[in-house]
């Protein structure tokens, strides 16, 4: 069974920094696209940073230079580094993960259950 768990959100104050990871099980993590994406209240979903199966990676205008996507194949679990937060960066906060290269369509197969993401002016 995948499971795809995050953790690591939490409140900071603008200017801060978090580092949320993403737990991999249940599948072979090596030869997936993984992304990472977050929905505000009142807002669609929108895919913020991804790491293809290929290995190259991609990032939403809106978080480049900022937030910074890796991932740690021996330890089964992504990351998203989170620098110069801005409060309209709060949201929950989504990995995902799929054989298909979907980048940042909403069409993964696997997600995982959010974390929240806060951050105060």
């Known amino acids: 069974q995948v499971q795809l768990v995050e953790s690591g959100g939490g409140s900071v104050q603008a200017g801060g920094s978090l580092r949320l990871s993403c737990a991999a099980s249940?599948?072979?993590?090596?030869?997936?696209?993984m992304g990472w994406f977050r929905q505000a209240p009142g807002k669609e979903r929108e895919g913020i940073a991804v790491v293809y199966s290929y290995g190259t990676t991609q990032y939403a205008d809106s978080v480049k230079g900022r937030f910074t996507i890796s991932r740690d194949n021996a330890k089964n679990t992504l990351y998203l580094q989170m620098n110069s937060l801005k409060p309209e960066d709060t949201a929950t906060y989504y990995c995902?993960?799929?054989?298909?290269?979907?980048?940042?369509?909403?069409?993964?197969?696997?997600w995982g259950q959010g974390t929240q993401v806060t951050v105060s002016s």
């Open positions: 995902a993960a799929d054989r298909v290269d979907w980048g940042f369509l909403p069409r993964y197969t696997y």
């Open positions: 249940g599948f072979t993590y090596g030869a997936r696209c």
